[in-house]
């Protein structure tokens, strides 16, 4: 197999390696479990994966006076170093402890929370091992690479009584909560239509060249791979290529951005405890339909920085999302601009700036405020569960090329076995 060759979606469904998969939103969590963090302490954080992404989150939250970085687990002698140098700058002290194995991390009983960003394969799994060593999680999305993932992660939260916080900060940010308030408080009449952007979607399961594996000590390759499929070491992979790979990135790429602009429409259409019972594959859209009528379109979009799909207004940013009611619309992203129609509803608007980047600190503050109070945070296991399977069925819908249609309580698929199929993987043996 060439570097770049690309399978098709049926040449995929022919050759891949799949197994078959084996309440409500609540406004708090009553069988989660009390704090282990008295009122004067500090939470003691733990992360695990410490790239790009992660130094982002982890920088929001090391301003804060409560809580406290105290290890960084990593497969990468390179990120580990550059982790604990943050830290420890930050602080001011030499203290910040290093491990390759996550498992090291959370056996230490100093550990209340750990903060997930690793690549997309390993979320669900180190956050299902976080939760039952006892650790309260926050995890970068996506949260789970399969239908079945996510289920096991809401359902061993719940199990194991544990907060969780899912990294779709949006649900934490002042213009997307200001474009969902139009909607619940009726501004816009009756909801019947919503735009999720996302990436074009991706199906590629190529194999990069096989370069010498390093030892252990600079990148643990086994750990690396976790359980994702075996293949044979390259560089660009931890430097980021594993990126659009199936067997390394979650639902085509389809949930690089859908897990958070669907799940935005999640929330918009108050669906927090269900999701579409229809989705529908086009040319540059899926088509999607909730129970209720309303229908949400997830539009195709080649890159985050152009070539947007017509019928948006503005360039808002990354992740723009679009609202439509009988009376009016609005639409957002991450620059934090809100455009309406009609005109008049403008004066229901804050005055924003233009940003670049999302705030973290919100969403962050949310998690560990639960954490002492135990309640639900703004994007909690149940949350996550509906959105990130409204994406997944949406991806799956895709890659089969036909219309599918799922009982949203049975989160199964309706008379589809092959698409029943693609609901979960095998996942490899990294433990030994």
């Known amino acids: 197999m060439t570097t770049h060759e690309h399978f098709s979606r049926r040449d995929f469904l022919a050759t891949a390696a799949v197994a078959t998969a084996g309440a409500s939103l609540a406004a708090t969590l009553p069988t989660v479990a009390h704090s282990r963090v008295a009122a004067n302490d500090k939470i003691g954080l733990g992360v695990i994966g410490i790239g790009p992404r992660c130094t982002y989150d982890l920088t929001a939250m090391l301003k804060f006076d409560d809580v406290r970085c105290i290890a960084i687990a990593d497969v990468q002698a390179s990120r580990r170093d550059k982790g604990k140098q943050l830290v420890d700058e930050h602080y001011g002290d030499g203290n910040c402890a290093l491990h390759r194995d996550l498992r090291e991390l959370l056996d230490r009983k100093d550990i209340d929370a750990v903060l997930i960003a690793t690549g997309d394969r390993w979320h669900a799994a180190a956050s299902i091992l976080a939760a039952k060593a006892g650790k309260d999680v926050y995890s970068e999305k996506p949260c789970g690479i399969t239908i079945a993932d996510c289920q096991q992660l809401a359902d061993t939260i719940r199990t194991e009584k544990r907060v969780f916080q899912a990294g779709t900060q949006r649900r934490s940010v002042p213009n997307f909560h200001k474009a969902v308030e139009l909607v619940h408080t009726g501004k816009l009449g009756k909801l019947h239509t919503m735009h999720a952007s996302i990436y074009t979607p991706v199906l590629d399961n190529t194999w990069l060249p096989a370069q010498p594996t390093p030892r252990p000590d600079v990148v643990d390759w086994n750990l690396w791979l976790g359980p994702a499929a075996w293949r044979p070491f390259n560089q660009k992979y931890v430097d980021g290529g594993w990126r659009g790979q199936w067997d390394f990135d979650s639902g085509a790429r389809l949930l690089d951005w859908g897990a958070h602009t669907i799940d935005l429409c999640q929330w918009a259409n108050q669906a927090d405890d269900t999701m579409p019972?229809?989705?529908?594959?086009?040319?540059?859209?899926?088509?999607?339909?909730?129970?209720?009528?309303?229908?949400?379109?997830?539009?195709?979009?080649?890159?985050?920085?152009?070539?947007?799909?017509?019928?948006?207004?503005?360039?808002?940013?990354?992740?723009?999302?679009?609202?439509?009611?009988?009376?009016?619309?609005?639409?957002?992203?991450?620059?934090?601009?809100?455009?309406?129609?009609?005109?008049?509803?403008?004066?229901?608007?804050?005055?924003?700036?233009?940003?670049?980047?999302?705030?973290?600190?919100?969403?962050?503050?949310?998690?560990?405020?639960?954490?002492?109070?135990?309640?639900?945070?703004?994007?909690?296991?149940?949350?996550?569960?509906?959105?990130?399977?409204?994406?997944?069925?949406?991806?799956?819908?895709?890659?089969?090329?036909?219309?599918?249609?799922?009982?949203?309580?049975?989160?199964?698929?309706?008379?589809?076995?092959?698409?029943?199929?693609?609901?979960?993987?095998?996942?490899?043996?990294?433990?030994?």
């Open 277 to 432: 019972i229809e989705y529908e594959p086009k040319e540059s859209t899926i088509e999607c339909r909730y129970a209720n009528g309303v229908k949400l379109i997830v539009d195709f979009l080649k890159d985050p920085f152009g070539n947007r799909a017509p019928h948006y207004i503005t360039r808002l940013g990354t992740c723009p999302v679009r609202f439509v009611g009988e009376k009016g619309s609005v639409e957002t992203g991450d620059e934090g601009e809100i455009v309406v129609t009609p005109e008049a509803l403008a004066k229901e608007l804050p005055h924003t700036k233009r940003v670049r980047g999302l705030d973290v600190t919100a969403h962050s503050r949310d998690f560990f405020d639960c954490i002492r109070s135990r309640k639900a945070t703004a994007a909690n296991a149940d949350v996550m569960r509906r959105s990130h399977i409204a994406s997944h069925a949406a991806a799956i819908a895709w890659i089969l090329g036909r219309k599918l249609t799922i009982d949203p309580a049975k989160e199964e698929f309706v008379d589809d076995a092959e698409a029943n199929m693609l609901r979960s993987r095998p996942a490899r043996d990294w433990a030994g």
